[in-house]
């Protein structure tokens, strides 16, 4: 099978479009025949061996940790999955991705396919959807009534925050350049700070949770911010304890995990018209390295998707 692989850490060019072993599911897995991945900017960071000393990548790996396909083989434990179901994940990113034509998976980490998208809409969904799920839900608590400020709100985890979280029932303020504007707003924003014309530090009210997508002086900046009870969740880096406590708060940062559960929920979410998915760009799978050129930009508006079995 065809693969996007990588035998050293490195820039771009390291990824190779090449032939790969098929994997075989073990007893608590299935293999995926994969229609769509995409790409997230943890893709780049694994490439560029950020995360190497957490996880103890084998070389060669296959990149990739949003899939979305079609149930291909089973294995022998396996019993609430059959052979052509359709199925989305983002799967254990310790374990080879889906920047190939077939992965294997373990069979608990997967939901059905949400019905109303294309594969490709499919596979931008979760890794990035349920980053915001678990962030506002999980970790945040945030609850109905409450002021939320999600930072790169045009952003691929940000654009479902926002949604997740008007769909909860909450006031929602959004970061974005001016060109984002728009969408940050369609998507439910009731308040859009341009980042690079104000300090949104000076311009906003208190909030009671934020979603900080940046880290740095930005995050540093936003803590200030928070009312007295308030959370902070970063999916970057760790808040400083002394200035949460400082104002009374609490927070963290937090690795997104596998959730078979929380992807039911999204899905419902969006098979009734509540979410929907925001794409910024399609790639052939032979076009990895334009993907990641891309992706490290920053500048994504959306998700950016890997087609694999073209539509
Ligand atoms: N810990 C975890 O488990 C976890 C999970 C998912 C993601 N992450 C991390 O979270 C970060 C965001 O991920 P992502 O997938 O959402 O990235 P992304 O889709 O690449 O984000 C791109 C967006 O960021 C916006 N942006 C850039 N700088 C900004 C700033 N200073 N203020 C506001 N918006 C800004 C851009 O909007 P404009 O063009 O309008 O500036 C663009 O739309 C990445 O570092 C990723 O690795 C971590």
Redesign the pocket.
């Known amino acids: 099978m065809k693969a996007i692989r990588i035998h050293a850490y490195g820039d771009v060019d390291t990824l190779c479009y090449e032939e790969a072993p098929m994997p075989e599911p073990g007893p608590a897995d299935i293999r995926i025949r994969v229609h769509a991945a995409a790409v997230?900017?943890?893709d780049w960071?694994i490439r560029a061996g950020y995360l190497a000393a957490l996880i103890p990548y084998k070389m060669p790996l296959t990149l990739g940790w949003d899939v979305s396909g079609v149930v291909d083989k089973i294995g022998s434990e396996v019993t609430h999955l059959a052979v052509g179901d359709a199925v989305y994940c983002r799967p254990d990113i310790a374990r080879d991705g889906s920047y190939a034509e077939y992965m294997v998976v373990r069979a608990s980490e997967v939901a059905p396919k949400p019905e109303t998208l294309s594969h490709n809409e499919a596979a931008a969904v979760p890794?990035?959807g349920l980053?915001a799920w678990q962030a506002l839900f999980q970790h945040a608590q945030l609850k109905k009534g409450e002021r939320v400020l999600i930072?790169?709100g045009?952003?691929?985890?940000?654009s479902f925050a926002i949604q997740f979280a008007k769909s909860a029932g909450t006031h929602v303020i959004a970061?974005?350049?001016s060109?984002?504007a728009a969408l940050v707003r369609d998507l439910g924003a009731d308040e859009f700070v341009d980042?690079r014309a104000q300090r949104f530090e000076e311009v906003l009210d208190k909030v009671d949770v934020i979603l900080d997508?940046?880290g740095g002086d930005?995050q540093a900046r936003s803590i200030p911010l928070l009312n007295s009870g308030g959370r902070m969740f970063s999916?970057?880096a760790t808040p400083d304890a002394a200035a949460l406590a400082a104002v009374g708060a609490t927070g963290g940062h937090?690795?997104?995990q596998p959730s078979s559960e929380n992807l039911v929920r999204i899905s419902r979410l969006i098979d009734n018209g509540t979410v929907r998915v925001v794409i910024d760009s399609v790639f052939p799978l032979s076009e990895a390295r334009a993907a990641h050129t891309k992706?490290q930009t920053?500048?994504?508006?959306g998700k950016i998707v890997l087609e694999v079995v073209p539509a």
């Open positions: 997230n900017p943890v960071k890794l990035a980053t930072h790169a045009a952003g691929g985890v940000g970061t974005a350049s060109g984002n980042y997508t940046i930005t999916v970057v937090f690795m997104v992706s920053g500048r994504a508006k």
